[in-house]
């Protein structure tokens, strides 16, 4: 596991376990998995990091925007077929742990 991965399981895990304890709503533990959701994605049918749901306008937790080099901030997503920060699934019924929609340019991030 990389250190990015580690860091961001870590965050969502001290985020989740906060939220349990003061009673936060799930869209707050759903912003806080989105602002780490970034970098080498790599889609998988079984043994996923994370659930997510394609939506259409006002509906997300996370603006995404595919990118060709570097994904450096929440809602760029590098796809590649190996070795992946994070393992995304697809599922289309609301068991999801997030809910994305692909943006254009400059748009993506955790939604408002």
């Given at each position: 596991?990389?250190?990015?991965?580690?860091?961001?399981?870590?965050?969502?895990?001290?985020?989740?376990?906060?939220?349990a304890?003061?009673?936060?709503?799930?869209?707050?533990?759903?912003?806080?998995?989105a602002?780490?959701l970034?970098?080498?994605?790599?889609f998988?049918?079984?043994?996923?990091?994370?659930?997510?749901?394609?939506?259409?306008?006002?509906?997300?937790?996370?603006?995404?925007r595919?990118?060709?080099?570097?994904?450096?901030?929440?809602?760029?997503?590098?796809?590649?077929?190996?070795?992946?920060?994070?393992?995304?699934?697809?599922?289309?019924?609301?068991?999801?742990?997030?809910?994305?929609?692909?943006?254009?340019?400059?748009?993506?991030?955790?939604?408002?």
């Open positions: 596991m990389g250190l990015k991965k580690l860091l961001v399981v870590a965050f969502a895990f001290v985020s989740v376990a906060a939220f304890v003061t009673g936060a709503s799930d869209s707050a533990r759903r912003k806080a998995l602002r780490g970034y970098g080498r994605i790599q998988v049918n079984a043994m996923e990091d994370y659930k997510v749901r394609f939506v259409t306008h006002g509906f997300e937790d996370l603006k995404v595919y990118v060709l080099g570097d994904a450096k901030k929440p809602g760029q997503w590098k796809i590649v077929q190996f070795d992946g920060d994070f393992r995304v699934r697809i599922v289309d019924t609301p068991v999801e742990d997030l809910r994305i929609r692909i943006v254009e340019d400059g748009f993506e991030g955790p939604a408002n």
